[in-house]
């Protein structure tokens, strides 16, 4: 999907880093509580600290749905994050992404068209008022609100399990997008086996699947994944269980399930915080996620050996996209009242989506 990011005046790109400090910790003081700077817990270091809260990308829609106070939302993340809070808040809140180009390639490996070709695919072979769409938390509006008027709901990676488990008490199927290692990897802690799924490829008639496989399966899994959990191999894992006696692996549920299976933890950013923050002085742990988490919790944690399993650095480049010159350039306008990069999803979308969205906000 291309978005356009306006180039930032120079000014932005040439001030040094103690101006702008300055100018990110001025904005802040004018804008008091009007504003809210949300920060996933990717960003990066000299963006991350000015967040006046921050989450797992659950974590962070709640706050979202909870904030009444601050008119104007600045989400450090990306921007099927920006777009959930959008749909999530009042209509007196504005959202704002400082890069717009801060997207996620997972979510976009599933659009609108392709699910719903998918649909009228499967309802040629199966009553889908049996099969229940889920759409993982990255994905657009445009999916969500085709899960809320289909029944279905949003998941992210902290409570999919319990929304799965929601999904089959409604129906006999799943159709899960778009991440395929999510989907497996809740299936499969489930209970679940090879047996029960299925991939889903949107570049092939019927997901390159016979009539068979699809009354089969209980879980029809999208061919998405994301480019940075999936660099994560078995090969680090048995890496650092030899180089490192007694680690314990804490891995995303983004990797794959073989990576899974080799691990001592499987959970969310939010989870895998506090996993770090629970475990004891002198702990050894191994973490598949991205990069910046990791080096963050080990700055954070100096009586604990923590370390990311991928030798090779592993950062996300989108959640990258945002630093401290568009933070500042954003800050700047709402200082001057005008308004840069907001996200806005159109009221018909948003209606539908905020179904998707609350009853995953209901089922956990
Ligand atoms: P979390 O919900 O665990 O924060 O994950 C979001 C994400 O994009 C992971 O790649
Ligand atoms: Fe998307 Fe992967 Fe980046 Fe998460 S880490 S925002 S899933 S590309």
């Not at 704002?96 to 070709?117: K, R, T």
């Not at 998405?224 to 660099?231: A, I």
């Not at 915080?273 to 002085?281: R, T, Y």
């Amino acid at each position: 999907m291309l978005r356009l990011q306006v180039p930032l005046p120079d000014h932005y790109t040439t001030m040094s880093a103690a101006e702008l400090e300055q100018s990110i910790r001025a904005a802040k003081q004018t804008l008091g509580e009007r504003l809210l700077i949300l920060g996933h817990h990717y960003q990066r270091p000299e963006v991350f600290r000015w967040a006046d809260a921050s989450g797992d990308s659950f974590k962070l829609a709640r706050f979202a749905a909870d904030n009444q106070r601050a008119t104007d939302i600045v989400f450090c993340g990306v921007h099927f994050m920006a777009e959930s809070a959008d749909v999530l808040t009042g209509d007196h809140q504005r959202v704002i992404l400082p890069d717009l180009n801060a997207g996620c390639s997972m979510a976009d490996m599933a659009d609108i068209d392709q699910v719903e070709e998918a649909w009228e695919a499967l309802a040629e072979v199966v009553d889908v008022e049996r099969v229940v769409p889920i759409t993982y938390m990255n994905s657009s509006a445009a999916l969500k609100a085709f899960v809320g008027r289909a029944g279905g709901a949003v998941c992210t990676s902290s409570n999919a399990r319990a929304i799965l488990e929601w999904a089959l008490a409604r129906g006999e199927k799943v159709l899960f997008f778009p991440d395929q290692h999510l989907g497996r990897n809740t299936a499969y802690a489930m209970g679940y086996t090879s047996a029960d799924e299925r991939v889903w490829n949107p570049r092939q008639e019927l997901g390159g699947l016979e009539d068979r496989d699809v009354k089969e399966a209980t879980f029809l899994l999208w061919k998405g994944h994301c480019s940075v959990h999936q660099r994560f191999r078995p090969e680090h894992v048995r890496a650092a269980r030899t180089e490192h006696p007694g680690v314990q692996v804490i891995v995303h549920p983004e990797v794959s399930h073989d990576v899974v299976a080799l691990a001592d933890k499987v959970g969310s950013t939010e989870r895998i915080l506090a996993w770090v923050e629970d475990a004891p002085s002198g702990a050894v742990l191994g973490i598949a996620t991205e990069v910046h988490m990791v080096q963050r919790l080990a700055a954070e944690h100096p009586d604990k050996t923590i370390f990311t399993l991928d030798p090779l650095v592993c950062p996300c480049s989108t959640m990258f996209r945002i630093d401290e010159p568009h933070l500042a350039w954003v800050l700047d306008h709402l200082v001057r009242g005008e308004v840069v990069n907001r996200i806005t999803v159109d009221a018909e979308t948003s209606e539908w989506a905020k179904v998707a969205l609350q009853r995953m906000l209901d089922i956990t």
